[in-house]
């Protein structure tokens, strides 16, 4: 109810994912005035889609944490709920994306053992899957050492579940690569993410800089919110100021028109590349239960792309397997630190 | 002598500066027995260059404290000696940045009233003219609100003097343009820099975006040193994945690369307006000097268009200028800080 598109956006993804996904059943929640007419339209979806009647919405201008405290009965707070009580694997959902964290955070509470929940958002990449995960991207604006460690532990579980990549290579942001770079919890992390690899069933590389978040010797990048923020946006900003250099390239006289046309593939096929609908789903991390951000503004081929994201990873079991993966990665890190930690006071006293 | 390409690149950019600026003379630092021999190849160059011999090279491996140390004899330490001594008015190096700073600060030392020094580039946008200015991107790796506010005092009047802005309109990068946005000390930069306008000769915008270092809405970008080399590195890579991807698009088959002739024209185009080398030059902003940081790779038109910054600089007399008003903005702020403290201890009394 509350995505920039309406309503309408979210019904057209549905029938595709419905077609795309025979053994899959949607709940649907929203106002049902609106949103009945609409399904009324596709009796193809039939019985696989369940209404959910909310009588309110979220909208963009909401605040957080006005919406925390009294959001009841709007279709946001209703999504989640069902996944709280056990009706839905995952919720997807276009609206708000600080009021969803704030609902999700209050509804679904956070995985044991997890300090800050993170965003991941998936990053187009040289890998030969075609992306990265990057996470936080947003959910909060700090990260301490052991919130980077989990946070490397809840990427790799995703790239695992959501890339299928088997042990993924996890780095951490830094302004450069060598160990004495960068600010004292990010020396913390780095000693703790080596040491927590195995128990995390990841490859550690160490620090990546700015400049290999699209390159394919790392596949899970770790950095705080604002960090992470900052540089999703500033990403999607340079594609954008290109893409229109390119069509003002493109439109300077009669000849470059015509060479466009000709290239009508090859500038088509780039921009399937670089498609924003293609990666849509931001995923968050650390809760009890799985909840997908879909882009705002998603047309019907973003949202049918954020169900399919869902679909597979609750196929895959994937909550369980992160809920396990983050516990064990803790503990791993805690040993770490409580051996370095002994480590230090034994060089102290036989200094 | 310490950059990528040699002292080759940089002496064919010194032949096209001195065609370029008649009136402009340049000291050129480094071994004679290398460097002498290329000069001997211009006669063109005659008096026009006085070489001044350095044996040693500052490496890229080179570690920035050993060479603050070690370093005399260097031809980076000549080349900063020059602006010290009052010999030369600008030092444009093409060597390691780390290395640059730290001779550049134990020999020209800062600007009284600067805390931390910044490095500022210049990022291609939306503007009139092209760029818009973005510092810090990597002097230091943190910055408290009295340094950002420094930050826009010296971003604004570079502006001023490098992009021939009145008033450069100053915004200062967060996760957010809401003002409760962020960590604690943006939010007292932001009081500051809101402040300080008037006396910094900049009007203030307030928070903005990733997504708004491109835009024309604003013309200097203020962030932490941290944050603004992930941001600047993130953006490299992004545009050179696009340059990637775009490349493979036009070589997927006969019609493509057809058309990618025809298009020939508008990709140069394209590519000038995004390419690198228009906009070499980081410059130190802080310091009893001015210095300008060519990228290490840098081509003769790179090497050349920093030269012509720091002659177009020079000419204005932009240090004088930075200091006077680095000393108002710091006085306006810090007497910000204090009307605000009393305001507040005067609206607590009133309670």
Redesign the interface.
Known sequence: MGSDRGPGAVVAGLVLSAAQLPDAKFLLHGDSAIVAPLLARHPELGSRVTLRHAPRVVTMQDKPSQVMRHGEGTSMWSCIDAVKNGEAAVAVSCGNTGALMAVSMIRLRKLPGVNRPAIACLW???NPGGFNVMLDV?AD??AEAADLLQYAAMGASYARNGLKLDRPRVGL?N?GTEEHK??AELKDANDQLALAAEAGGYEYIGFV???????DRVDVIV?D???G??????????????S???RE??N??I??K???L??L???K??QR??DPRRVNGGIFLGLNGTVIKSHGSADETGVAAAIALAYQLSSAGFLARLAARVASTVRAGQDAVVDSGADRAEAKSSE
């Open positions: 187009p990449s040289r947003g604006i700090k942001l302004v960068g600010r800089e700015g400049g290999d978040l699209p390159s950095t919110g604002f960090t923020n900052i540089a999703l946006k500033t990403a999607e900003g340079t594609a954008k100021l290109i229109d250099f390119m390239a493109f300077a006289g000849l470059s015509f060479a466009a000709l290239a593939n090859s500038l096929r780039l590349r670089m």
